[in-house]
């Protein structure tokens, strides 16, 4: 079985740019969620969708990221303009029940300069 | 936010020992919890879900403390392969990440 794939593995940018990650979740899982993950913590979620449908964004900044998933299989975050505290590692994980065993896509290591 | 703590570690152990690690949770309505491995610059992988008193799988062991709100991980004979951090995980509204505790098994 496929897991969960996310492009590209990485990406250097400089502040006030834009940027966008793609996920691919796991065939069927339709709860996909996005997650931060700072260099030494643990990952914090960005969003969640069930299906195409956002079930929680309250830790996204909405100022500057956006999160869609037009057709309930495949999800972009875009992040515009970048700041130099957005590098992390941006995760991917889809589930089959929300909230249960969630499968991390390899992330998209952002460095933001 | 519900909050998730951690013992960062680092845990330093030779091979063959026994080691745990505690996760403290705030949430007392979570019935479900779970512990991921994450290797250096790699992606958690899903190690025990922990959905009543505990779960065991092979060298390892799960348990969950409601009483006193821990999950603890039990990793018996440690293996070199064990090196990596260990992320406790609350299940509520959404999934609660602890920081992680980090493992170096050495020979």
């Known amino acids: 079985e496929a897991g969960v794939a996310q492009s590209p593995r990485y990406k250097i940018i400089e502040k006030r740019q834009s940027v966008a990650f793609w996920c691919n979740p796991i065939?069927?899982?339709?709860?996909l969620y996005w997650y931060q993950q700072i260099l030494g913590q643990g990952p914090k979620l960005l969003i969640q969708?069930?299906?195409?449908?956002?079930?929680?964004d309250s830790q996204l900044p909405k100022d500057r990221f956006s999160a869609e998933r037009l057709k309930g299989v495949d999800s972009t975050l875009k992040i515009q303009p970048a700041k130099l505290e957005d590098s992390a590692v941006y995760l991917c994980a889809s589930s089959l029940i929300p909230n249960n065993e969630q499968f991390f896509g390899p992330g998209t290591r952002l460095t933001v300069l | 936010r519900k909050e998730v703590e951690q013992d960062p570690g680092p845990f330093n152990v030779p091979e063959g020992a026994t080691v745990a690690f505690n996760c403290t949770y705030s949430n007392s309505a979570s019935q479900s919890f779970f512990w991921y491995r994450q290797d250096c610059r790699k992606e958690p992988k899903l190690l025990m879900s922990?959905?009543?008193s505990g779960n065991e799988d092979g060298r390892f062991t799960a348990q969950l403390n409601r009483a006193s709100q821990y999950i603890s991980l039990l990793i018996r004979d440690s293996k070199l392969s064990d090196s990596a951090t260990y992320l406790c995980a609350q299940a509520g509204t959404a999934l609660i990440f602890g920081k992680g505790t980090t493992l170096s098994v050495s020979s």
């Open positions: 969708f069930q299906n195409n449908g956002v079930v929680d």
């Open positions: 922990v959905y009543s």
């Open positions: 065939s069927g899982h339709a709860t």
